[in-house]
């Protein structure tokens, strides 16, 4: 396998990133009470001076009362958004591409004692047949789509090069997405994927329309929950059409589409992983991801499961292959800002393990 497509570049609109990789988006609830530090700042700066191509930063949440279930998450309003200026222009001097992720957590439980309310979700669903909130109003839903459209003028404003919108994972846009935890029978729900792919519709030509249409936006999908690993949006390539070709009708620019596990084929009687098959039927720009450069995968993390270094040669075949456009590098970029120039220089000897213990410090 050869390096050379994974250091070719990749543009779309205002992202123009001096390669395939990007930095995945990774909870670091590294800010007190929602403002970045300068140690922050630092962090994302270190990736780009190792040439990662696109910086997605972790999770930040819109101005809701439970927008996040963690303090330590960092927001995306108010006082934080001066600390945000810090980090673009930490990351644009040494010539890095950054975008922020822009979050909702919706009703997922609260960590370390912190359960702000009121919940925001769909129908007061945390999981199946599990009440923990009231359904959100109109008012609800009106003021949501809102807030992320002022977080997302908010990101052109501080210079960012684009945004990613947080659809994936069970969080709020998901949950919107999710039969099990959609129950509406008004607009915002419905019985298949793109009645209930409403309210992500909406949250996306807010944000365009607050954004123009040369800053590019991006959003995160995918099919499992951390509520249910096995749950799917899109059982067929034709519902998958009707779900993600709605989202880029309302003005999504690329497809960031999560896997647990990147080589795994998304539909029988294809190998082509879900950002594939995603760029089959909708045609335009895809970001894959999922325990890429090291063993196991990452939830296995959060059980004490130690990782090694692992062969890149499927993501390489995957991209001569144009099956996607971008990778996505999780953990293997957290505990290491230099594995984009280790494995460009063939320094794999260099290479890191990952534990548990890496999710604790900004390396």
Same mark, same amino acid.
């Given at each position: 396998m050869?390096?050379?497509?994974?250091?070719?570049?990749?543009?779309?609109?205002?992202?123009?990133?001096?390669?395939?990789?990007?930095?995945?988006?990774?909870?670091?609830?590294?800010s007190?009470?929602?403002?970045?530090?300068?140690?922050?700042?630092?962090?994302?700066?270190?990736?780009?001076?190792?040439n990662?191509?696109?910086?997605?930063?972790?999770?930040?949440?819109?101005?809701?009362?439970?927008?996040?279930?963690?303090?330590?998450?960092?927001?995306?309003?108010?006082?934080?958004l001066?600390?945000?200026?810090?980090?673009?222009?930490?990351?644009?001097?040494?010539?890095?591409?950054?975008?922020?992720?822009i979050?909702?957590?919706?009703?997922?439980?609260?960590?370390?004692?912190?359960d702000? !309310?009121?919940?925001?979700?769909?129908?007061? @669903? +945390?999981?199946?047949?599990?009440?923990?909130? /009231? *359904?959100?109003? =109109?008012a609800?839903?009106?003021?949501?789509?809102?807030?992320?459209?002022?977080s997302?003028?908010?990101?052109?404003?501080?210079?960012f090069?684009?945004l990613?919108?947080?659809?994936?994972?069970?969080?709020?846009?998901?949950q919107?997405?999710?039969?099990?935890?959609?129950?509406?029978?008004?607009?915002?729900?419905?019985?298949t994927?793109?009645?209930?792919?409403?309210?992500?519709?909406?949250?996306?030509?807010?944000?365009?329309?607050?954004?123009?249409?040369?800053?590019?936006?991006?959003?995160?999908?995918?099919?499992?929950?951390?509520?249910?690993?096995?749950?799917?949006?899109?059982?067929?390539p034709k519902?998958?059409?009707?779900?993600?070709?709605? !989202?880029?009708?309302?003005?999504?620019?690329? @497809? +960031?589409?999560?896997q647990?596990?990147?080589? /795994? *084929?998304?539909? =029988?009687?294809?190998?082509?992983?879900?950002a594939?098959?995603a760029?089959?039927?909708?045609?335009?720009?895809?970001?894959?991801?999922?325990?890429?450069g090291?063993?196991?995968?990452?939830v296995?993390?959060?059980?004490?499961?130690g990782s090694?270094?692992?062969?890149?040669?499927?993501?390489?075949?995957?991209?001569?292959?144009?099956?996607?456009?971008?990778?996505?590098?999780?953990?293997?970029?957290?505990?290491?800002?230099?594995?984009?120039?280790?494995?460009?220089?063939?320094?794999?000897?260099e290479?890191?393990?990952f534990?548990?213990?890496?999710?604790?410090?900004?390396?």
């Amino acid at each position: 396998m050869s390096l050379a497509t994974l250091f070719e570049p990749f543009e779309i609109k205002s992202i123009k990133s001096k390669n395939r990789v990007a930095m995945a988006p990774m909870t670091r609830s590294f800010s007190p009470k929602g403002i970045p530090t300068d140690d922050v700042a630092a962090y994302y700066k270190r990736r780009a001076e190792h040439n990662v191509g696109l910086i997605i930063t972790e999770g930040t949440v819109i101005e809701r009362p439970a927008s996040k279930n963690d303090e330590g998450i960092p927001n995306f309003y108010g006082d934080a958004l001066p600390k945000w200026k810090k980090v673009v222009d930490e990351v644009h001097s040494v010539g890095g591409v950054i975008i922020p992720q822009i979050w909702h957590v919706g009703n997922v439980k609260g960590r370390s004692g912190y359960d702000p !309310l009121p919940k925001d979700s769909p129908s007061g @669903l +945390h999981a199946k047949d599990k009440i923990s909130a /009231e *359904p959100m109003s =109109e008012a609800d839903i009106a003021d949501t789509i809102a807030a992320f459209a002022a977080s997302a003028k908010s990101a052109k404003d501080l210079d960012f090069d684009g945004l990613e919108l947080h659809g994936a994972h069970g969080y709020l846009i998901d949950q919107f997405f999710w039969k099990d935890l959609n129950l509406r029978s008004d607009k915002w729900g419905g019985p298949t994927i793109g009645e209930r792919s409403m309210f992500a519709r909406e949250v996306i030509k807010a944000c365009r329309a607050a954004v123009g249409e040369d800053f590019a936006i991006v959003i995160r999908i995918s099919q499992w929950k951390q509520q249910d690993y096995t749950a799917r949006n899109a059982n067929t390539p034709k519902e998958m059409t009707e779900w993600l070709g709605g !989202l880029v009708d309302a003005g999504a620019d690329v @497809l +960031h589409c999560s896997q647990r596990r990147f080589w /795994e *084929p998304e539909f =029988e009687g294809s190998d082509l992983n879900f950002a594939g098959w995603a760029k089959k039927l909708i045609g335009v720009p895809t970001i894959s991801v999922g325990s890429v450069g090291l063993s196991g995968e990452f939830v296995a993390t959060f059980m004490g499961e130690g990782s090694q270094p692992s062969s890149i040669d499927g993501v390489l075949k995957r991209l001569e292959d144009k099956e996607f456009d971008m990778i996505a590098v999780g953990r293997a970029l957290l505990n290491d800002p230099e594995w984009v120039d280790k494995i460009k220089d063939g320094r794999l000897d260099e290479l890191k393990s990952f534990e548990r213990r890496d999710l604790m410090t900004l390396y």
